[in-house]
């Protein structure tokens, strides 16, 4: 990320993955005033964070819960192609292989971005 932003860091980072070490690297890849967006759910409930680097660089640090209300936005932005989610979804199922689907996800999980189970 150093080498993209030139060691500035980004406006807003979001962290969707919920992963211990995700939500520690937020406090580096934010900019000075920049944001921060905690959406994913870690399965720990405390996380050590490098706070001095957030009050450093006098970044905000605010969360999401499980994307309240926006379902349907979303819903229209992919429908109608203002959103792209085509690089995320690395694998696609038809409904009845969902039992192969979850444990192909869990026994390849460096290999998986996201899955998608196809019904109808």
Known sequence: MEEITKGKGTDVVIE???S???VQQ???LVKRGGTIVLVGMAPEDIIEYNFA???AKE???TSVFRYRNIYPKAINAIAKGIIDVSGIVTHEFDFEDTAKAFDFVINNKNDVVKAVIKIG
């Open 16 to 18: 969707t993955a919920g």
């Open 20 to 22: 211990k070490i995700t």
């Open 26 to 28: 937020t406090a580096y």
């Open 53 to 55: 680097k957030i009050l």
């Open 59 to 61: 970044a905000m640090i």
